[in-house]
């Protein structure tokens, strides 16, 4: 096991034999001239530890000596619950338009700063433009942003960022880097946490290894590092990956999958993208990249049904031509999805298995009874994922990363013709991640099913994607414009 590491200077924060639910720390100084990054894979315990730092869970022992007030938490979690309230607060069905939520601008002037000063934040990690753009129109990664300006020109005593480079493209990850960097320079104090050693940046001195809830090492970032055990704990055996559990049907054959003609979606003046045309045939998995905001996920939502506009765009999927009076659940009962939408929009209640379960019937929530061999295969894809024990568990009780697992079980269970991944592996840590793109690997293999497949991480780029969607963005007054064009 790491031995624990730690360097004698006058400490801006002392934890000691602190106890809450299945967090224990024994002895852990944060000084003040140390920025730390805490590194733990999924249910590791890093949500309690900012969870107790931030107020919201109360320790059942121990003791937090000189912590910094107030602290504020960017996460999966505050984004969901922040997108929750918008939803509250709509108003379009009292308005003769859509509403689309508080602008940007907006959202950034609640933090109780200046409106120079927010946009010249937003301008400096690149945001500027959706400062006019309502809310629940921007991607994953561009309201991840904002939040996160959000909570840096409210000025807390200590900012923790859970997780912060998740669903971002390579340029929105190096300025949130930058400025995270920077901000550490100007004295404040920021601490990171993490699920993937990678993800693990220069501008930290220190390092600790959070495991079950205990840190297990901890120290300077170069000396922990530096130590071999610690690859070993985050080593990937790809000889132990399961095989995948057979489906109870098998699924008809569409030939082509999707064809969509002059493919267009746009939001009045602006345009998200046009010009697409597209024909996928079965086996022709597909990887589509692009910046946040291009317009990948409003792509496959048109597929998957889940965009109002998929009905004044000449698409026809899976031999129905849409806006003819087909029904919806004709087109998704053959269509498996994982995303970051279906991720913030489960909001139903049930458990892990009954989550899983309700893949076969393609809503949020189980709402139907379930036969013997649905819940039994539903029981052997919580099993593979590494989650038998906890079938029983509330879905909103998981850890983020083991919700994510949960769905992706949920979208694989009926091993359907077309599978749709919008950045399936958000929010796990790298052994979930190396399993699941394994499972994935191996459903190409079936060739039962196609894959079409977003992901910002070039390793995640797998050799059987042999089609690629690429959105491109190019600059206009009214800010940026994005392309697709195949590669």
Known sequence: MLEAIREKAPARMLISRLKASSLYLQDWEIQSNEAWCILGGNASGKGLLASVLTGELKPESGEIDELPRPVSWVSFEQQHAFYEEELRNDDTDFINRLDTGSTGL???LRSGCSRSAAIELANRLGVGYILDRGYRLLSSGEARKLLLLKEILAGPEMLILDEPYEGLDPESTEQVNTLAASLVQEGHSILLLVNRLDDVPDWTTHLGILQKGELIAYGRREKIV????LRLLFEFNESKVPELPPPLEKEPIYDPILELRKGKVQYGDTLQFSELDWTLRPGEHTLITGPNGAGKST???LVSGDHPQCYCNDLKILGFQRGTGESIWDIKRHIGLVSASL???YRAPGNALTTVVSGF??????YKRPTAQQL???SDWLRIMGLGQQANTSFR?????QQRLVLIARGLIKQPPLMILDEPTQGLDDLNRHLVLAFIQRLAALKRTTLLFVSHRQDEHLPLFKRRIAFTRRTVESGPLFEACWE
Not at 226 to 229: D, G, T, V
Not at 361 to 366: A, E, Q, T, V, Y
Not at 397 to 401: A, E, M, P, T, V
């Open 397 to 401: 009780q998981l850890s983020w990363g």
């Open 361 to 366: 019937f393609d809503s949020i929530g189980l």
């Open 299 to 301: 792509l496959l939502q």
């Open 343 to 345: 991720h913030r929009d």
């Open 376 to 378: 039994k295969l539903a």
């Open 226 to 229: 530096s130590k071999p055990e």
């Open 106 to 108: 907006q959202v950034l």
